[in-house]
T-cell receptor, first 110, second 115 residues
Framework: GEDVEQSLFLSVREGDSSVINCTYT??????LYWYKQEPGAGLQLLTY?????DMKQDQRLTVLLNKKDKHLSLRIADTQTGDSAIYFC??????????FGKGTMLLVSP | EPEVTQTPSHQVTQMGQEVILRCVPI?????FYWYRQILGQKVEFLVS????????KSEIFDDQFSVERPDGSNFTLKIRSTKLEDSAMYFC?????????????FGPGTRLTVT
């Protein structure tokens, strides 16, 4: 089945850019998502990219997709302390199902 | 903004007991899902539900699990005889359409602790 891998932890300083990486195995995945989870809260959809795109930008967020290498990244520009959270990469793996990575904990220090 | 709600936020139960986790999906959504996340592990798909029947389910969703939409607003996950390994955060989600290309909105989760 589909497997999604992410690095577990990233620490950056406020104002720097953060890059969170994700790899997946199923080349037929057509939608790739980034979710954010703040402490005690549910999973919030941040952005997604369709597989025929290489890049998608949404304000401070940039998603890059390398389909050949099955690599997805999320760049957060001008990272703020409020961006500290766990970020999950997810890909569609069935008609209605999502497969998630373990999540990357982003810690932003002042 | 409409949101998915879940109750309770934390449930503690003894091994062998039945638990029912409740969710209220977004009102105009037609597709409902349960996922779970064991501490330190990935968020895993359990089941999807549409038109009062299961659309897809994972290997985790065995005979101990069942889902129901008992009325027009609630969507429940029942675990008949809980095991220690059922301890996890359970997330409910809903979407307007069924294909996973459409946004799934997640609730805040119910933390289930089986002792």
């Amino acid at each position: 089945g589909e497997d999604v891998e992410q690095s577990l932890f990233l620490s950056v300083r406020e104002g720097d850019s953060s890059v969170i990486n994700c790899t997946y195995t199923d080349s037929s995945s057509t939608y790739l998502y980034w979710y954010k989870q703040e402490p005690g809260a549910g999973l919030q959809l941040l952005t997604y990219i369709f597989s025929n795109m290489d890049m998608k930008q949404d304000q401070r967020l940039t998603v890059l997709l390398n389909k050949k290498d099955k690599h997805l990244s999320l760049r957060i520009a001008d990272t703020q302390t409020g961006d500290s959270a766990i970020y999950f990469c997810a890909v569609n793996s069935g008609y209605s199902t999502l497969t998630f990575g373990k999540g990357t904990m982003l810690l932003v220090s002042p | 903004e409409p949101e998915v709600t879940q109750t309770p936020s934390h449930q503690v139960t003894q091994m062998g007991q039945e638990v029912i986790l409740r969710c209220v999906p977004i009102s105009n959504h037609l597709y409902f899902y349960w996922y779970r996340q064991i501490l330190g592990q990935k968020v895993e798909f359990l089941v999807s539900f549409y038109n009062n029947e299961i659309s897809e389910k994972s290997e985790i969703f065995d005979d101990q699990f069942s889902v129901e939409r008992p009325d027009g607003s609630n969507f429940t996950l029942k675990i008949r005889s809980t095991k220690l390994e059922d301890s996890a955060m359970y997330f409910c989600a809903s979407s307007e359409y069924g294909r996973s290309s459409y946004e799934q909105y997640f609730g805040p989760g119910t933390r289930l602790t089986v002792t």
